[in-house]
């Protein structure tokens, strides 16, 4: 037989927990933590305390956490009969959300704090910034103050207005897509990836916004990428799947079953309103969607930045308006900013909007609700790009504070909540390289240098290549090094194996572009999708706001946006139900893996949609 310190013979397993390892407390991880620290730093050790010492503290120590035990509970006993002899409930309390179970798509419970039943005018903005985790402000924060030569306390808007946090996962998986996060905030209800205003088994479910104008509120939908992508598709209009972006632009212009819902949409995608036939229209068909909208459903239309211009910041607008400023995305805010005479910024369409709204509703009883979304964000995690990240938080940044401006000056009550609807990249402020040790540091300055997102250099690359086809192998490298690695991303350390990489495999160049400049930020990325990491709230503050403090379930924002607007969503939902015809195949994908993109292709034709 094996004494307990003999070591096993050849071929045998060690188990997980042999026999003669010593038990380790936390007085020797915390011994351990210091001796690295003092390797690392090259600081002397302290003495190592005596057993005595040791077992006296940890004496002490058992004493106060029991007594401070004991006073917890007799605190919570003390507050809980208080609760239950005070303020009973009255038939004007407002209702809690139904209990219920994520999987299903019902909304969890959560206790209304708002005051009882009211007719007060009020204005909701809700803003998203799509694919932002904790990390992006950690590195964008970091990078402010590094350009700007700030005090380590000198913080970003939205870290002033910290609220809590939330969980993401959607019915049909952990990590969500921005069409899943989306209908959590505009129905309160759980769906699968893919899902456009649709729950789960593809029954279609009201918005906030669509209550919102049915009970008379003014509705607005800012955004910097295609107005029918995901998020603001997921507000005013209803179909299976994120793709069907041609539905989408006719429901948001008013074709759906409810009529028009939204009053001012303001960003990119005008291709999805062209016909086919139109130069810059990426439609399926030929029906010209602005048409429809100028002569059914007497929309205004601008589609540059003159017809932007012209608006005066919201001073010189009639609803309904659709401003369509770019063919598909405004570009990324690093190369926006460069290209101000053709493309607005998120802040200026965002103010234009909060003034357009509160114009139209000055001499209504009800307010406006306003979603803002920071879409671009997201895109910069997918592609891996620091340096477009970081711009794209910053104009949100300077989005949210010129929101809280126009709260704080406005005469109606308001109310801010922003969100994010998952994070993007499993961004991380480190990395490490293959066989060498951490470095703790990353470098801020090397974002500074960076003038160009990856995107935009790929696509100047793609251009010289196409202009250039006979160009010498060297001289495309030289061209690539001078012109985009060192005049716009500011490297000039470039290795040979990065310049031929380029060259090559063209197709390639946005990760490549984007690898260059994180591993020399020392940032690290784990995925060009999404992830399941929880994502922060922010809030102005105001009625009810409490109920989305601490860690909630992402719908439970959604049955905030709802219950703070005293909107009947489900009557909406009830209507669509009876009024939408759904041809219903078995297309939900439970359990697939892969970005939205790259499954929505294997389901083309399966799911239908006609209108009673």
Known sequence: MQSPTSKPASGERTPLLADGVPSRNSSDSLRRAEQEDAA???????????????????LLLFSWALLATAGVIVLAVVLQH?????????????????????GTGTPYPAISSLPPKKDRKRNLIFMVSDGMGPASLSLTRTFRQHVNNLPMDDTLVLD?????????????SWVTDSAAGATAFSC???????????????????????????????TGLVVTTDVTDATPACFASHVGYRWQMDEIAMQEIGEGVLGRSVDLILGGGRCHFLKNSTAGSCRQDDVDVVEIGQKKHGWGYVDDRAGFDSLKLGKNVSLPLLGLFAERDVPFEIDRRHMNDVYPSLSEM??????????????????????????RIDHAGHINDPAAQVREVLEYDKTFNAVLEFIEESDTEGVLVATSDHETGGLSTAWQAPNELPVYNWHPEVLLQA????????LLLQQHMIANPVEEQQQLQDWIREDLVEKRLGI????????????????????????????????GWSTHGHSAVDVNIYSSGGPGTEDIRGNVENIEVGGFLRRYLDVDVEEITRELREKMVVDVKEA?????????????VEVDGLVGYTTA
Request: hydrophobic letters at 35%; aromatic letters at 6%.
């Open 451 to 458: 003038n160009a997102s990856a995107e935009y250099l790929t």
């Open 492 to 523: 000039k350390d470039a290795l040979e194996i990065e310049i031929n990489a380029l060259a090559s495999n063209p197709l390639l160049a946005m990760n490549i572009f984007s690898k260059m400049v994180s591993i020399r930020a020392r940032i």
């Open 82 to 102: 208080r609760n239950s002899t005070a303020n009973p409930p009255t038939p004007t309390d407002p209702i809690p959300i139904i209990p219920g179970d994520p």
């Open 160 to 172: 002033q207005h910290f609220w809590g946090t939330s969980r993401t996962r959607s019915s049909n």
């Open 188 to 218: 309160a209800r759980k769906s699968y990836n893919g899902a456009i205003g649709m729950e789960p088994g593809f029954k279609p479910c009201g918005t906030v916004l669509e209550a919102a104008k049915r009970a008379g509120y003014k």
């Open 588 to 600: 939900e994908m439970t359990g697939r893996d892969g970005h939205p993109e790259e499954w929505f």
């Open 40 to 58: 690392i730093h090259g600081t002397p050790l302290s003495p190592t305390p005596t057993a005595r010492t040791r077992t006296v503290r940890e």
């Open 350 to 375: 965002a103010v234009t909007a909060l003034k357009a709204l509160e114009e139209a509703t000055k001499d209504s009883e009800k307010g406006f609700f306003l979603m803002i979304e920071g879409s």
